[in-house]
């Protein structure tokens, strides 16, 4: 991103570059909600991306689009991971309805692509449509104007 004499890289340092520099709700709030959402970020990055996203989504759905082999192993190695992760993103969100907020935090802008990456591929469409608070919460999420405008569809 550049904004004037400033060059940022990185999704994170861009989102929190934009939650300082310019109006709106915050994506990061400024209280103890702070914690709870770069925990869920953390959640997403380490955990979520990695397991679901490269390790499933990439493998079944990116790489036969360019004509590039699936890699079966990789996909069966991160599918324990996704079924253990998706009950706990589950029960993160029942309460409060977002990740670490009553309202949407830059959690909940980090997992929306990342569960509608798993619900266009056929490995994790059922498991995370099993998960009844996750659904609800992105069913949330989709019904924004800024989420229906931007989230890719796949599959």
């Not at 991971?81 to 935090?105: N, R, W």
Request: proline share 6%.
């Amino acid at each position: 991103m550049v904004h004037g004499d400033t060059v940022i890289y990185e999704s994170l340092a861009i989102a929190t570059y934009l939650d300082v520099h310019f109006g709106g709700p915050r994506l990061v709030p400024e209280d103890a909600e702070a914690v709870r959402t770069m925990q869920w970020v953390g959640v997403h990055n380490d955990s979520v991306q990695e397991a679901l996203t490269v390790g499933i989504v990439l493998e079944r759905v990116v790489k036969p689009m360019f004509g590039m082999e699936t890699n079966e192993a990789t996909i069966a190695e991160n599918l324990p991971k996704v079924q253990h992760i998706l009950p706990v993103l589950d029960a993160a969100v029942a309460d409060s309805g977002h990740f670490g907020s009553a309202e949407p935090t830059l959690a909940d802008w980090y997992f929306v692509p990342s569960i509608a990456y798993g619900l266009g591929c056929s490995d994790t469409a059922d498991l995370i449509a099993a998960q009844p608070n996750l659904s609800t919460w992105f069913e949330r999420m989709n019904a924004r104007d800024a989420v229906a405008v931007t989230v890719p569809h796949v599959g």
